[in-house]
């Protein structure tokens, strides 16, 4: 057990690498009243091509199938884990991402036995001919309710027009048809696979001490087999597939999906990368920058104006999302400030405020247990520290955010999604 202290904060928590192979997270809080857990795996609706290292051969499952697991493993053959974690109090639920799935609760008590739950239900799975076809129609239904969703919709559709093989481009629920090849022995495949405790790991943060999570992992977890991953993905041609496509939903104000390409050039996320190209879209686009002000006092745009950085596994782009009646001319305005700002340079009062402000925030996250846990998740499956972020806020320059301006948010590499009326 590793503990990792932070003088700046006040905080510490606790690394542990526990026999069973999970890598595992606690932060106690002190006057905390509840605990968060996080048990995660690095397996997300991209994974659609992999291959063991016990194994020559490659397996290519159908799109959806790690959102589709996430929904099977609160089922078992007496009570399903909601079922379980009514009797302790707690409130629990899971995500599949992109690139992870995980699986959550919070509690203000009955911790262990809790942690027990989610421990076990995760650990244990049990999939069936019948209950998977009956999921199917389920899913189904929750895939096609989504095309009914703009800003859901817009999003997609902006995937799809900057990516032309990478399976990002696909809704992580897969499609009616995908899901519809799903077997349980698919669903054993991939959990036995993707489930192995070396390639997941546990937070805990709040009112918890490291000795009472290790009670509980030390009795719940057995030794894991080593395995190692390999993952595969089309080659992805540098250009976009396409710049523009508009959808049709009844609805009373447009909604857009701008975004810029950007080459991917490492598969795993750069902590240092993300944090700067942060400081530059607070620059380029905050709500106190130029461009959105003229927007929004234009009535271009209104508060649900929003800016990403959106990395992961081979994809990068930035994107802009909102409301809008003249979409086009929002997408005009973002490209213009962004040559504007290549050529005129970044204001050091312009950058300072941005990095004060981002830092102030990623400050004010460590009151948040939630995002703390959430936080390791994400830091151990990219290999950085939880931790690593503060040092780089206070050591980013201006000149280092300029350097990646001049690389980013190539206008020929842009895309618009529009859903309206």
């Given at each position: 057990m590793r503990e990792i202290k932070s003088a700046e904060l006040g905080e510490k928590y606790y690394e542990i690498d526990h026999k069973s192979g999970l890598k595992i997270f606690v932060m106690p809080k002190a006057n905390y009243a509840s605990a968060y857990a996080v048990f995660g795996t690095k397996y997300g609706s991209i994974d659609t091509k992999f291959?063991?290292?016990?194994?020559?051969?490659?397996?290519v499952v159908p799109e959806g199938i790690a959102h589709f697991l996430e929904h099977k493993l609160f089922e078992s053959e007496e009570l399903d884990a909601f079922a379980r974690y009514a009797k302790t109090g707690a409130s629990a639920n899971a995500y599949t991402s992109f690139d992870k799935t995980c699986y959550l609760f919070q509690c203000s008590d009955h911790f262990e036995a809790s942690l027990e739950i989610l421990l076990d239900f995760v650990t244990h799975p049990y999939f069936t001919k019948e209950t998977v076809e009956k999921e199917q129609g389920i899913i189904g239904q929750e895939i096609t309710m989504y095309y009914d969703v703009a800003g859901w919709m817009s999003t997609f559709n902006l995937l799809r027009l900057l990516y032309h093989n990478h399976p990002v481009r696909i809704d992580i629920a897969g499609t009616v048809d995908s899901i519809a090849q799903i077997t349980d022995e698919l669903l054993y495949d991939c959990y036995n696979t993707f489930y192995n405790l070396h390639n997941m790991c546990l937070a805990v943060v709040g009112d918890v001490t490291p000795e009472q999570v290790l009670r509980v992992c030390d009795r719940m977890l057995k030794e894991a087999p080593s395995l190692e991953i390999e993952r595969s993905?089309?080659?992805?041609?540098?250009?976009?597939?396409?710049?523009?496509?508009?959808?049709?939903?009844?609805?009373?104000?447009?909604?857009?999906?701008?975004?810029?390409?950007?080459?991917?050039?490492?598969?795993?996320?750069?902590?240092?990368?993300?944090?700067?190209?942060?400081?530059?879209?607070?620059?380029?686009?905050?709500?106190?920058?130029k461009l959105y002000t003229d927007m929004f006092e234009n009535g271009l745009i209104n508060t649900s104006f929003s800016k990403e950085y959106f990395i992961g596994y081979g994809y990068e782009a930035v994107t802009f999302d909102g409301e809008s009646e003249n979409p086009k001319v929002v997408a005009q305005q973002i490209k213009k400030a962004v040559k504007e700002l290549k050529e005129n340079g970044i204001d050091?009062?312009?950058?300072?405020t941005a990095r004060r402000s981002l830092y102030g925030r990623e400050i004010m996250e460590y009151n948040d247990i939630d995002s703390i846990?959430?936080?390791?998740?994400?830091?151990?499956?990219?290999?950085?520290?939880?931790?690593?972020?503060?040092?780089?806020?206070?050591?980013?320059?201006?000149?280092?955010?300029?350097?990646?301006?001049?690389?980013?948010?190539?206008?020929?590499?842009?895309?618009?999604?529009?859903?309206?009326?």
């Open positions: 291959k063991r290292s016990d194994s020559e051969e490659w397996t993905f089309e080659d992805e041609p540098r250009d976009i597939a396409d710049s523009y496509c508009e959808y049709n939903l009844a609805m009373n104000m447009p909604v857009f999906s701008f975004g810029y390409k950007e080459k991917c050039e490492t598969l795993t996320q750069d902590i240092r990368k993300i944090i700067e190209v942060n400081i530059l879209l607070e620059i380029l686009a905050g709500d106190t920058s050091e009062n312009q950058f300072e846990a959430n936080g390791f998740i994400g830091a151990y499956f990219n290999d950085y520290a939880l931790f690593d972020a503060l040092d780089i806020f206070k050591t980013v320059t201006k000149e280092d955010i300029e350097n990646r301006l001049a690389d980013m948010m190539n206008e020929r590499y842009s895309a618009l999604s529009v859903v309206k009326q």
